[in-house]
C-alpha cells in the first residue's frame, strides 16, 4: 500500500462521519476545499475510490466501509480516542438525533443527563420530526421512526414498544353522558393529526379506533393535541407515557381500547459502522431497556 499521512485519514473520518464537506470541514477547522483535496490524495495514494459523490454528498463506497474500521483503530492509536477509555470517552463533533415529537421530550427529560455523562464531549442535535428527515441527505445521522425502513442501504432495528389510549380530561367527562361502547365515541368531538400530513402510517390512529370518527380539531404536533383535551376540548389517543405525569386525564374505555406502536432506530449501513454512532446506539438500546416501564401501560 501507498505511503500516506494519517493527516488524510483524519479527513476521511470526518467526511466518512458526516456526509457532506461542509460539515466536514467545520469538525476539523479546515475548509471545503481542502477536504476534497485531503480525499482526492487519499484516494490516489491508495488506489482506491473511497466515496461516491452526488448532489446528496459523499457516500462511502465498499472500499470506504472497510477502510473505517482500520481508520478508527488509527485514530485510538494516535489519541484521538482514548485507549481502554469508556464506550462514550474520547467521542467528539456533532451528531444529529432526529426522533418523533413525544419522543423528544421523552428522551429530554429521562435520558438526556445519561447522554450527557456518556458523551462529555459529544454534541447533540435533537430534530423533532414533523417531516420525514432524508437520511440518504444526511440531514440525520440517526433516527427513530414509527416503521421500519425496508428499502435502500438502511437498518432499522426494534427499539421499543409503547401503548396509547383515548383520553379525556375528568373535567370534560364529569359533564358528559358515560362513553359505553366505540359507538358512544362519535358523539364525542376527537382531536387528531393532519392526515395529509402524517409522517407515519401507524398515526393513524382514529381509523383504527373507529372508522367514523372524524377529529374536529387538527394538529401535526402531538403535545398540541395533549394540551387541547386538558383543556376540555374533546377526546384524543395520546402515547400513555406522555400522560403519567397528567392526573387530570383519564382513560376512556381502557378495558376496551388500547393500541400498541413500536419505535424503531435506522440509520444509514455506512453509519451503523463508525464507532460514534454504534456507541450511541447501544445507549439508546439500554437506556430504553432501563424505562421500558415508563413506555408501557401497565393495565394492558
Not at 279 to 288: K, P, R
Request: some cysteine.
Amino acid at each position: 500500500m501507498t505511503q500516506f499521512n494519517w493527516d488524510d485519514m483524519q479527513f476521511f473520518l470526518a467526511l466518512a462521519r458526516d456526509g457532506q464537506l461542509s460539515g466536514a470541514a467545520r469538525q476539523l477547522g479546515s475548509s471545503h476545499v481542502t477536504v476534497a483535496r485531503r480525499i482526492d490524495r487519499l484516494e490516489a495514494a491508495l488506489r482506491q475510490r473511497l466515496f461516491e459523490r452526488s448532489a446528496r454528498g459523499y457516500e462511502l463506497t465498499a472500499s470506504g466501509r472497510r477502510l473505517v474500521e482500520t481508520a478508527e483503530r488509527m485514530e485510538e492509536a494516535s489519541g484521538g480516542v482514548i485507549p481502554g477509555a469508556g464506550p462514550g470517552q474520547g467521542l467528539t463533533g456533532n451528531l444529529r438525533l432526529a426522533v418523533p415529537e413525544g419522543f423528544s421530550n421523552f428522551f429530554s427529560e429521562h435520558m438526556l443527563a445519561a447522554f450527557t455523562a456518556r458523551f462529555p464531549d459529544l454534541s447533540l442535535e435533537l430534530i423533532t420530526l414533523t417531516q420525514v428527515i432524508s437520511l440518504s441527505r444526511r440531514e440525520a445521522d440517526l433516527t427513530v421512526t414509527l416503521d421500519p425502513v425496508t428499502r435502500g442501504g438502511y437498518r432499522s432495528e426494534r427499539l421499543a414498544d409503547y401503548q396509547l389510549r383515548i383520553y379525556a380530561a375528568k373535567s370534560y367527562m364529569a359533564a358528559q353522558e358515560p362513553i359505553r361502547s366505540r359507538a358512544d365515541l362519535l358523539k364525542h368531538r376527537f382531536l387528531g393529526y393532519i392526515e395529509e400530513m402524517l409522517f407515519a402510517t401507524g398515526l393513524d390512529y382514529l381509523g383504527e379506533v373507529h372508522p367514523g370518527l372524524r377529529p374536529a380539531f387538527k394538529s401535526s404536533s402531538i403535545y398540541s393535541q395533549m394540551i387541547a383535551v386538558r383543556q376540555g376540548n374533546g377526546l384524543s389517543v395520546l402515547p400513555c407515557y406522555m400522560t403519567k405525569a397528567c392526573p387530570d386525564l383519564v382513560p376512556v374505555l381502557p378495558d376496551e381500547i388500547a393500541l400498541t406502536r413500536t419505535y424503531w432506530l435506522t440509520c444509514h449501513r455506512d453509519t451503523r459502522q463508525m464507532r460514534r454512532e454504534r456507541a450511541v446506539i447501544s445507549f439508546l438500546t439500554e437506556e430504553i431497556l432501563r424505562h421500558t416501564d415508563l413506555l408501557l401501560d401497565p393495565a394492558v
